[in-house]
């Protein structure tokens, strides 16, 4: 069985710009989140998705979004980037079931985006 | 809010050394509890979870328990090998939708 899958795995962008990243979640998982992590701040929640829903969200700026398509892969989306979006951004999938919260996040290796 | 704590590193330790890396949480209501493990380069992975109170978690020689009364989950692990060496993240959750709080991260290094 496949595990999740980001893409790409390594991104450069200029200040301002804008970046989309991509997970593909295990098959059958219908749950997709996003995290941040940083030296400075560790590992943030940012949103998750659940049947193209957004079900939770994390405090973070309106310029981070995302959404999640029919298959379940789901892609955020950063815009206006700035120095302190440099970050490892990582995706985790699960069944999703909303009675089970214990339900474990399979983790997927991230995407590493430097902002210069 | 929600937070977790976890003793900084990094943790050196010969192989065959016995491991606790201390865990403690704030949170209101029943939270489960969780330790993840993320060997360099790669994603998270669920080392062990507890879901009540006096639960213990345990998986590959490590444990850990739900303590309410001290709001901890402490992950201990008896003979550690080289291959243990990796940041271990503390962390709860609370509702559905898969939002973790996580601990700041613990590196251990074991060395041969």
């Known amino acids: 069985k496949a595990g999740v899958t980001q893409t790409p795995r390594y991104l450069i962008k200029t200040r301002g710009q804008q970046v989309t990243l991509s997970c593909s979640p295990i098959s059958g998982h219908r749950s997709v989140s996003w995290y941040q992590q940083t030296p400075g701040q560790g590992l943030q929640f940012l949103f998750e998705?659940?049947?193209?829903?957004?079900?939770n969200k994390g405090n973070f700026p309106g310029r981070f979004s995302g959404r999640q398509f029919s298959n379940s892969r789901s892609e955020m989306n950063v815009s206006t980037l700035e120095l302190g979006d440099s970050a490892l951004y990582l995706c985790a999938s699960s069944r999703g079931d909303s009675a089970d919260y214990n339900s474990p996040l399979h983790f997927g290796n991230g995407t590493r985006l430097t902002v210069t | 809010g929600d937070s977790v704590t976890q003793m900084e590193g990094p943790v050196t330790l010969s192989e065959e050394a016995f491991l606790t890396i201390n865990c403690t949480y704030t949170?209101?209501?029943?939270?489960?509890l969780f330790w993840y493990v993320q060997y360099p380069g790669e994603g998270l992975q669920l080392l062990l979870k507890a879901t009540k109170a006096d639960d213990k978690g345990s998986n590959k020689g490590f444990e850990a328990t739900y303590r309410k009364e001290t709001t901890s989950f402490h992950l201990e692990k008896g003979s550690v090998q080289v291959s243990d060496s990796a940041v271990y993240f503390c962390?709860?959750?609370?509702?559905?939708?898969?939002?973790?709080?996580f601990g700041g991260g613990t590196r251990v290094l074991v060395k041969p």
């Open positions: 962390a709860l959750s609370k509702a559905a939708g898969n939002k973790l709080t």
């Open positions: 998705y659940f049947s193209e829903t957004q079900r």
């Open positions: 949170a209101t209501g029943y939270p489960s």
